[in-house]
């Protein structure tokens, strides 16, 4: 599997990935593709929310926590039925753009640093599969299968629903799988159509805080090296705050 190698740097309750010279699987922006040793992060390397650093809120952490109890429950689920419990899937809902498909990219390098078998889909054609043996592109269609996913309960598939990909491909519904699914989604009727008769764990993203918003506006503007407080930048986001809350 491509390694990934991140240094963590810690603004208050927040954690920023900067990627590290490694073999490092990127978004380019289609498709993934394995990179070699390389002294810098590759020009125009993306991770699949389109952004090339990630930074790493309490929330996310949190909500890490959250995804790898249900792993475990999942692994060590010995029943007959196991679609009847909740632990097969977790949906993560909330406003969009409250940072759901960021999240998701921090959990694909969390286990891609672990090298642990994973599925990413953001596309309704096609998917990629990393595992020991590399990356591949895997196409969708009603006659395909993800062959790890059905065949791994230690495999998991990261599902974006959202403007690209509207509606859960066949591949992850719940049907003869033994890998988990974690999907993210807005709130939206349609996309979470699915899981009506086999429920799934669900948890809602809240809002961002001030501290997180403040830090990810210079990290994204990359103004995080500033030795002094850009007075403008601060006021016109706390502007935007005032107004809008926590909203990216």
């Not at 289609?30 to 810098?40: D, G, K, N, T, V």
């Not at 009847?84 to 759901?100: E, R, Y």
């Not at 598939?157 to 699914?181: D, E, M, S, T």
Request: charged share 20%; proline share 6%; with cysteine.
């Amino acid at each position: 599997m491509a390694a990934v190698s991140t240094l963590g740097l810690r603004s208050g309750g927040c954690q920023v990935l900067v990627k590290q010279p490694a073999l490092i699987p990127v978004y380019n922006p289609s498709p993934f593709r394995r990179l070699r040793e390389a002294h810098s992060r590759p020009r125009n390397a993306l991770f699949p929310f389109g952004g090339s650093r990630i930074l790493v809120t309490n929330t996310y952490r949190t909500f890490l926590d959250f995804l790898e109890e249900q792993d475990e429950i999942w692994q060590n689920l010995e029943a007959t039925e196991p679609f009847c419990n909740v632990s097969h899937a977790t949906v993560i809902s909330g406003q969009p753009g409250i940072g759901k498909t960021v999240f998701l990219s921090y959990v694909l390098v969390c286990r891609l640093q672990r090298q642990l078998d994973t599925v990413y889909c953001g596309d309704p054609g096609y998917a990629h599969v990393f595992t020991t043996d590399g990356v591949k592109k895997v196409y969708l269609t009603p006659y395909t299968c993800v062959r790890e996913l059905d065949a791994e309960p230690k495999c998991r598939a990261l599902v974006n629903l959202g403007v690209h990909l509207q509606q859960l491909p066949c591949q992850f519904k719940p049907l003869i799988r033994r890998g988990r699914v974690v999907m993210t989604t807005s709130s939206n009727s349609e996309h979470t159509r699915s899981w009506k008769e086999h429920s799934a764990q669900t948890y809602w993203m809240p809002a961002w805080e001030w501290r997180d918003l403040y830090c990810g506006s210079l990290l994204y503007a990359r103004k995080e090296q500033l030795k002094t407080v850009d007075m403008e930048h601060y006021e016109l986001l706390k502007d935007a705050y005032t107004k809008f809350s926590g909203i990216p």
